[in-house]
């Protein structure tokens, strides 16, 4: 074995470790065992790293020798796809993984290593007995420092399908989104623990549980884009089980960051938030079951394997004790206020995490059949795309709604004439907007439904900010800028959680136009001809090759007009990927013509010698929506998280100022 190996054997000791002191520490009330816990946790940190850093420095000089190098690489492999191999099969994530658990373990104790928690014991004692886990995993099941025989002249290389970009830049983000919601889940835990089952938990974890959740929505959306661009079938979401597995946690963590809200501002839904973040904590490892187990097929799964059985073990280990703990907790669970009013804000809550649930459980349902019918019949039978669609577009569009009237509602109840005052030009527009709609022809009643929402969402936030400005306007004896100014600065969060609203509206939007109102075409064509789709005019009009360092491009040189314009060229091409170990591969890479209406898009599906070739070709309304609503909702989150770090340093700023004026009283009284 090498040295990394005996590197990640040390760190799962001292994560053993760590678990001891922390839970000795907590029971026998001693603070040094409980310091050791935090430092073991740091040792953990440096001592994955330096192994991971030694895996990554074996792909980087070829040591064919270790058979991981050896399947996912070769000597043709660009440093940029090389680095990214690290996490390409399933040795190196879950190594990748281990790591990451063990970073945010240490920068949480850093970060709060000035601060008195009674939770925080718990908090990375929990979070070290998930890290021991992922830790055995690796060393005992999957170890990426597994030596060949002997070493081979070359390694197999890089699947072509993962050479892209997103290689480098998605699977990070999905896993900072899965690892970072072990934190929320640690401090679910150590609330039942310790019976301190008050805002106090999720007052310490929102944070952790917002980077979760937008590390989470980045990794889906660059996910979609690469799908979009790579598999060349112009669409960006199918429903494919290793997807699915993804969309789950992000569900529930939805629901959990706005049901939080609830308890936070009036000691309800307890329950709810225990359920949800543990769900949310459950499906990430769910998800992994499926990648890894191989008992669905897909086209981003692993192999079957073994593994897939201690995971299963796992999640229901942390299920019992889950329901054990809420079992004994029962009484301080209970809300401590009680929903007065169906016009209220917690009310609104209440129905989404209904509606969040019954999607998550449905969709839940719909990837897990194919094992459910092996099981009984003998064979998988999948629920194709028909039945995630059909589900899915009634829930979403309450969903949206609720989203959309959600800034209209107050705490306990809300009284009918401030409604009126702030809904009245909203609703009237949104219904103007229909009526509009409807006879311009746009009959298709979830697209008329999602578009007035939309209309309704928007207007609601507007008419909101107005108001409010007018309102400091008239206070403050300013112009309007100044007063706008003044409102947002005073409530960032609130309207930075608006701008996260608007950007999930353009995403609701953009899925409309790709899906109801999409245009496509696939036919054979020869060099000179030309088609017509939508509003394009597309002329084929020439086929070539060229060899690159580690693949042969076959391209074709696509005309596009509109009228007599000709507004841009295209070149469609297929990819024949080498390797010295293993036979050239095929794949299919887009060309597109994108702007705010539309993308058209263009794959290469099949050629022939004599120069014609069939084409897939899309008109995608709306496309690029999908990628700014999804950087409106990552800005929204940002500011929301810079401004409660801004917050929570003036408090310990005042706090340790407090301290300094208290010890200069002591020590003034001792002379």
Same mark, same amino acid.
């Given at each position: ?6 590197? !990640?054997?040390? $760190?799962?000791? !001292? ?7 922390? $839970? ?5 009330? @001693? ?64 190594? %990748? ?26 908090? %990375? ?51 900072? /989104? ?6 929320? %889940? ?34 889906? =959306?660059?996910? +979609? ?8 079938? #112009? ?15 992000? !569900?529930? /963590? ?18 709810? *938030?225990?359920? !949800? ?9 769910? #998800? ?66 209904? =509606?969040?649930?019954?999607?998550? =459980? ?33 829930? &979403? ?31 009237? #527009?949104?219904?103007?907007? +229909? ?61 930075? $959680? ?23 075409? @696939? ?21 070539? @090759?060229?060899?690159?360092? *580690?693949?042969? =491009? ?36 887009? +060309? ?16 022939? @010698? *004599? ?12 496309? *690029? ?10 800005? /929204? ?8 770090? #801004? ?5 310990? +700023? ?15 009284? &001792?002379?």
């Amino acid at each position: 074995m090498s040295f990394g190996f005996y590197l !990640l054997l040390t $760190a799962f000791m !001292l994560t053993a470790y760590t678990i001891w002191a922390g $839970a000795s520490g907590l029971k026998l009330k @001693e603070n040094k065992l409980i310091k050791n816990a935090q430092l073991a946790i740091y040792g953990q940190f440096f001592l994955i790293t330096l192994s991971i850093g030694l895996l990554a420095y074996a792909f980087i000089t070829r040591d064919f020798s270790l058979r991981y190098v050896a399947e996912y690489s070769d000597r043709k492999l660009s440093l940029f796809y090389t680095i990214s191999s690290v996490w390409a099969g399933q040795a190196g994530s879950l190594l %990748f993984w281990a790591w990451l658990l063990t970073a945010f373990n240490a920068l949480y104790v850093y970060v709060n290593r000035k601060k008195e928690s009674s939770l925080k014991p718990y908090v %990375f004692t929990i979070h070290s007995a998930v890290t021991v886990f992922f830790l055995g995993l690796v060393i005992f099941y999957s170890n990426p420092f597994e030596k060949l025989g002997s070493a081979l002249p070359d390694g197999y290389g890089l699947n072509p399908l993962l050479q892209n970009p997103q290689m480098v830049f998605h699977p990070p983000s999905l896993f900072l /989104g899965f690892v970072g919601f072990t934190i929320p %889940f640690a401090f679910a835990l150590a609330a039942l623990m310790k019976g301190d089952l008050s805002q106090k938990w999720l007052n310490e974890s929102r944070n952790w549980s917002l980077f979760a959740w937008i590390s989470l929505t980045i990794g889906n =959306v660059l996910g +979609a884009q690469w799908a979009y661009v790579e598999l060349g079938w #112009g669409g960006y979401w199918a429903w494919d089980p290793v997807e699915n597995a993804s969309l789950l946690p992000w !569900l529930t /963590g939805t629901a959990f960051i706005h049901s939080l809200m609830a308890q936070r501002s009036r000691s309800m839904m307890k329950t709810w *938030n225990i359920s !949800l973040v543990v769900a949310t904590f459950l499906l990430t490892i769910l #998800g992994t079951f499926i990648t890894r187990s191989g008992i669905i097929s897909s086209v981003h799964a692993f192999g079957r394997s073994s593994i897939g059985t201690l995971f299963l073990v796992f999640m229901g280990i942390v299920f019992v004790v889950t329901v054990m703990l809420m079992i004994w907790r029962k009484s301080k669970l209970k809300s401590e206020a009680s929903i007065d009013s169906l016009m209220s804000r917690e009310f609104n809550f209440l129905l989404n995490n209904f =509606v969040f649930i019954i999607l998550t =459980v449905t969709i839940l349902w719909g990837t897990l059949y194919p094992a459910f019918t092996e099981l009984f019949i003998g064979k998988q039978i999948a629920l194709g795309e028909k039945f995630f669609n059909t589900v899915s577009v009634p829930f &979403g569009i309450v969903m949206f709604l609720l989203l959309a009237i959600c800034p209209l509602l107050t705490w306990k109840q809300t009284k009918v004439n401030v409604l009126i005052k702030k809904a009245t030009y909203s609703f009237a #527009g949104a219904l103007i907007f +229909a009526i509009i709609l409807f006879f311009a022809g746009i009959k298709h009643f979830p697209s008329l439904a999602v578009f007035t929402i939309a209309f309704l969402a928007v207007g609601v936030i507007f008419t909101e900010l107005f108001q409010s400005a007018s309102a400091k306007k008239e206070q403050h004896g300013e112009n309007f800028f100044q007063a706008l100014k003044r409102v947002l600065n005073t409530q960032t969060r609130r309207y930075a $959680a608006y701008l996260v609203h608007i950007g999930v509206v353009m995403i609701f939007l953009s899925i409309v136009g790709t899906t109801a109102y999409k245009q496509e075409k @696939e036919l054979t064509m020869k060099k000179g001809e030309s088609t017509t789709i939508g509003s394009y005019r597309i002329e084929y009009n020439q086929m070539g @090759e060229r060899h690159e360092k *580690n693949k042969d =491009v076959l391209y074709t040189e696509m005309k596009i007009f509109q009228g007599d314009k000709q507004i841009g060229t295209l070149y469609p091409q297929s990819h024949f990927h080498k390797s010295t170990m293993r036979e050239s591969q095929r794949t299919s890479e887009a +060309a597109l013509l994108s702007n705010l209406k539309e993308d058209l898009f263009i794959s290469l599906a099949s050629y022939q @010698e *004599n120069g014609s070739a069939t084409f897939a070709i899309k008109i995608n309304p709306l496309m *690029n929506w999908m990628w700014i609503g999804s950087f409106i909702v990552t800005l /929204g989150v940002i500011i929301i998280l810079i401004h409660a770090m #801004g917050r929570k340093k003036k408090e310990t +700023a005042k706090i340790e100022k407090a301290e300094k004026k208290n010890t200069k009283k002591k020590k003034s009284k &001792g002379k």
